[in-house]
């Protein structure tokens, strides 16, 4: 073990994009991940504002930018499919610079990983069992690995973090629930295909979605309020595909066909919408980054980016600090803590307006998504949400032949 050995659980967003920049600083990560190969499919995820510096500052720019999607419309539309409200591409071009684009959450992930997997130790199929912190390092116990010592322990393992409970607490503590559903999965050749448009179809307390990928495929998301805890189906994908045929079954539009396809799906995205809300990110030598610290959930839209910031910026400041890892981990804190916390707030707000739980609210939401043809209206309506402000640290990166 060196002073500069670091174990991070979670190949997701955030846990290669640390690994990527603690390299960068001299550190020796080592990623750990519970899945026996990078997890695929899942759904999509918008991405911009300081997500997509991190990433330019990586030199992915270009390729996420080729295998991503540029959306030109969000369209709402009625049990009839008529539109009813929506807005179009130079709305989100005047809110962000140009700067967004939409892509599946495990591409940017496969992205991020190709970018360190050849110098960064990779365990697949494992995950931590015990974490103890000594004075001077923490002894991990793994599953199947046997016990090693580490510098320091992240946890970017996730809203269901494993390092946040070893190491801070059950999850309940830390948990807030919005109270909704969030499910997804995605077929082969489904009609009609309305290419690089955003189709949602809502009913008080659910949405359905639908927005088209590459190689002919379609992606449905659904997001319904609910108390129903996902846990109580967590392995058994047929009492998942009841639970949503139960809400969808007698809707208008194209509900009764998605439904028919979701049928035969054998992947489905299924989980709550939470948010993690914690005093502290870190604990003697064990801090944790993205979901797993502050998940803001999806209705923040900006999750994935938040998660390459905190990892960025905990690389930083390690980097800033000597690896002192308590002067860095406060400073990490210290940096970022309000800016989550507006964003936190912001995704709340921002819940009602997914699927608003009433016919009156759902009127209102397609007031407001109407007004919001008008870039300076969608400035006023969601402008404080989606612009960052907060600017990116610089640490003086010598990373330019690395990243391209
Ligand atoms: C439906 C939906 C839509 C979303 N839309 C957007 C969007 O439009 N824009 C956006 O920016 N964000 C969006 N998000 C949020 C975004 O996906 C997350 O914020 C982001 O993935 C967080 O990255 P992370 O690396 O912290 O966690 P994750 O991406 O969840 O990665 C965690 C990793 O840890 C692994 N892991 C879990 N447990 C263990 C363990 N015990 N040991 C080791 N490894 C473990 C997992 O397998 C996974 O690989 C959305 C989320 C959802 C659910």
């Known amino acids: 073990m060196t002073a500069r050995t670091v174990l991070i659980s979670g190949a997701g967003i955030a846990g290669p994009t640390l690994a990527f920049w603690l390299r960068a600083a001299g550190f020796e990560p080592t990623l750990i991940e519970k899945a026996p190969a990078l997890r695929a499919g899942g759904y999509v995820i918008d991405f911009w504002g300081l997500g997509y510096d991190i990433a330019e500052r990586m030199g992915l720019a270009g390729e996420i930018n080729r295998i991503g999607y540029h959306i030109r419309e969000m369209r709402i539309v009625d049990d009839a499919g008529r539109c009813v409200a929506g807005f179009s591409l130079p709305v989100l071009n005047a809110l962000t610079g140009g700067r967004f684009v939409t892509l599946g959450r495990s591409d940017l992930s496969r992205l991020l990983f190709e970018k360190v997997k050849s110098e960064t130790e990779v365990i697949f199929g494992d995950e931590i069992a015990g974490i103890e912190d000594r004075t001077d390092y923490v002894e991990v116990q793994f599953d199947r690995a046997g016990r090693r010592r580490f510098a320091l322990a992240i946890g970017a393992d996730g809203l269901h973090s494993n390092v946040r409970h070893l190491a801070f607490g059950p999850q309940d503590r830390f948990e807030k629930r919005l109270g909704y559903i969030a499910a997804a999965f995605e077929v082969r050749g489904y009609r009609p295909r309305d290419d690089d448009v955003y189709v949602t179809y809502s009913k008080p307390g659910r949405m359905l979605g639908r927005v088209t ?8 998301l659904f997001v319904l309020a609910t108390d129903f805890d996902p846990e109580e189906a967590q ?39 939470s948010q993690i809300k914690m005093e502290n990110w870190s604990r003697g030598r064990v801090a944790l980054v993205g979901d797993a610290a502050f998940c803001v959930s999806l209705m923040a839209g900006q999750g994935s980016a938040l998660a390459m910031t905190s990892a960025y910026v905990l690389a930083g400041e390690l980097k800033k600090a000597s690896g002192r890892h308590d002067m860095a981990f406060a400073a990490y804190e210290a940096l970022l803590r309000n800016y989550i916390a507006s964003k936190q707030a912001g995704a709340e707000r921002f819940s009602a307006a997914f699927a608003p739980k009433t016919r009156w609210g759902l009127f209102l939401r397609n007031q407001v998504i109407k007004a919001c043809a008008f870039p300076g209206l969608a400035r006023l309506a969601f402008g404080r949400d989606i612009v960052d402000r907060i600017a990116l640290p610089d640490y003086g990166w010598s990373v330019s032949e690395r990243a391209h």
């Open 213 to 220: 990928l590459h190689d002919d495929r379609t992606l449905f």
């Open 235 to 273: 392995f058994d994908l047929s009492a998942q595909k009841s639970l949503l045929r139960a809400r969808f079954g007698k809707d208008g539009w194209e509900c009764p066909r998605i439904l028919d396809d979701l049928e035969g799906a054998r992947e489905l995205y299924f989980d709550r919408v």
